[in-house]
């Protein structure tokens, strides 16, 4: 008689249904749906926001952040300082990095970020963030074994 093995099922579960949208991305299509069908905003405009925090916003800004901080020793010393008006001096429109915190790494620290509560990200520094960075199991991984999930990144 065989065993039943409860990896083996989840596993073949999700292959099963691999192909589906998740959950979230579902939910996100039906409002989506909606709010087009009501005519409270049209699809292009839509298009054109994703389209600028996944191409052009970022992580395009976060990149020549970090470039000026690497070329400009006085530039790091204020990043470091006070992330959000060193920020400030690119002229980026919106308040999402005001809370903004720059750590550095050394040869003895490696920094990584995460937040453990809701996933919050600086989207409008550098674009829409990963999925995996959403994923609950990132989440928690990244605070119980922080220098297993910074090796699985190479």
């Not at 065993?3 to 979230?24: M, V, Y």
């Not at 006070?82 to 903004?100: D, R, V």
Request: with cysteine; net charge neutral.
């Amino acid at each position: 008689m065989a065993t039943f093995d409860p990896e083996k099922a989840a596993d073949i579960h999700r292959r099963l249904h691999s192909h589906l949208p998740s959950e979230p991305a579902l939910r996100v299509k039906a409002l989506e749906s909606l709010v087009v069908e009501r005519g409270i905003i049209a699809p292009e405009t839509i298009d054109a926001w994703v389209e600028a925090y996944s191409e052009h916003i970022g992580p395009k800004r976060g990149a020549r952040v970090v470039a000026r901080a690497w070329l400009d020793a006085d530039f790091r010393a204020r990043l470091l300082d006070n992330a959000a008006k060193a920020i400030e001096e690119f002229g980026f429109q919106g308040n999402a990095t005001g809370h903004l915190i720059a750590v550095e790494n050394t040869e003895s620290t490696h920094n990584m970020v995460v937040c453990t509560l809701c996933s919050c990200y600086p989207f409008s520094l550098l674009g829409i963030s990963p999925s995996w960075y959403r994923s609950a199991e990132y989440r928690a991984r990244a605070v119980r074994e922080p220098r297993k999930v910074l090796a699985e990144f190479g």
